[in-house]
Every structure is written in C-alpha cells, then in structure tokens.
T-cell receptor
Framework: QKEVEQDPGPLSVPEGAIVSLNCTYS??????FMWYRQYSRKGPELLMY????GNKEDGRFTAQVDKSSKYISLFIRDSQPSDSATYLC??????????FGKGTRLSVIA | EADIYQTPRYLVIGTGKKITLECSQT?????MYWYQQDPGMELHLIHY???????EKGDLSSESTVSRIRTEHFPLTLESARPSHTSQYLC?????????????FGSGTRLTVV
C-alpha cells in the first residue's frame, strides 16, 4: 500500500465550479500536509500547507485535514481556466522526505 | 524569480555517456532532493541530502550518484546514460527548521537518451 493515495483523474469542470481534490494516507505519524500545483513542463509549487488536523483558507483555496480518517482535501472555489494543472498532495512526519501522491490532473473549461 | 536553478533545461545525449545535472539554490536551505518524474506520472525520490557531506538514497538511486560539497550545490550524476533514463529530473530544497517545511522546486531538466 502506498503511503499517500490520490486519484489521478483526469478531472474536468466548467469555469466557476467548486472543485474537490482528495487524498488518503496510511502513516499515522504524518503531521504535515501540503498541496502542490504543477503546470505542464514546470516544477511543482507549494500551494497550501497545514499542520495536523483542521482547515486552512487562502483566497479561493481551502485545505482540510481529518487525521481521524486519514483524509486530505483541497477545495477550489470559483474555479478558473488558470487553475488547470496537476495537483499533488504530500505529507510527512518530521525528519524524512515528503511522500507525494500521484497527482490529479484538473482541467477547468471556459 | 527562481531561487533554485537547474541546468541544463533540456538535454539530448547518446547511450553510454556520463552526464551531470546541476542544481543550485540561493536560499541557504540545508535539505536538498532529487526527484524523477515521467510525464503525467508521480514523483520518485532518487537521492536527498540533509547537509554538507550528507547524502541518502531514495527509491531510484541505484543508477546515479550525488554529492554535497557546498550547501548551495547538489549535482546528480548518471555514470552511463540509458534510454530508460529518459525523464524529467526535478531538484528541490527545504528548510531544516521553522514552521514551513515545504519544498521549493526547480524548473527541471528534461533528459532524452537516444
């Protein structure tokens, strides 16, 4: 079993839709949870970062972690064509490298 | 403005050649990483370093080596390139301390071995 599981999609939504991206993880020691966005032929860029359980909001983006169910979510409100990218969840426990999900490819259609 | 630089951006090379992919960062980060990513696929950790003279192997390390002689520099070497090495190679760095352990990635080197 991979430590971080993510449905690769692809996911296609109309402009203005609310997008929900999800991951599950298996390692109970994970405390740090991140979402990266990767545009084609670019390196991933950090989008959201949360520690332990709870929600974090930044503009149109909300990251949510439920440690009891080992579930990580990213919500995008009022999605835009510029949000079209691959979104990767990642997690780790401390002094070990980040473990990435496979990434979900999102297309927002104008 | 990039704080982590990878060169070359693109490289086409023949089978059997020795190649070194360069990665430098200006943020003073102690930790650096190399990942391999095929198009549309997940990132695989190749090597990582937690400081000068410290290197560790990741999942795909058997056909490559790294060195960390200076904090800012973390080159990756393939001793004998093969077509199976054709991929995108991403370098990243992160802080050792503080609340944010997020990685900063470079733009990658796209390698083609013919």
């Amino acid at each position: 079993q991979k430590e971080v599981e993510q449905d690769p999609g692809p996911l296609s939504v109309p402009e203005g839709a609310i997008v929900s991206l999800n991951c599950t993880y298996s390692n109970s020691a994970f405390q740090y949870f991140m979402w990266y966005r990767q545009y084609s032929r670019k390196g991933p860029e950090l989008l959201m970062y949360t520690y332990s359980s709870g929600n974090k909001e930044d503009g149109r983006f909300t990251a949510q972690v439920d440690k009891s169910s080992k579930y990580i979510s990213l919500f995008i409100r009022d999605s835009q064509p510029s949000d079209s990218a691959t979104y990767l969840c990642a997690s780790y426990s401390g002094n070990t490298p980040l473990v990435f999900g496979k990434g979900t490819r999102l297309s927002v259609i104008a | 403005e990039a704080d982590i630089y990878q060169t070359p951006r693109y490289l086409v090379i023949g089978t059997g050649k020795k190649i070194t992919l360069e990665c430098s960062q200006t943020m003073g980060h102690d930790k650096m990483y190399w990942y391999q990513q095929d198009p549309g696929m997940e990132l695989h950790l190749i090597h990582y370093s937690y400081g000068v003279n410290s290197t560790e192997k990741g999942d795909l390390s058997s056909e490559s080596t790294v060195s960390r002689i200076r904090t800012e520099h973390f080159p990756l070497t393939l001793e004998s390139a093969r077509p199976s090495h054709t991929s995108q190679y991403l370098c990243a760095s992160s802080e050792s301390f503080g609340a944010n352990y997020g990685y900063t990635f470079g733009s990658g080197t796209r390698l083609t071995v013919v």
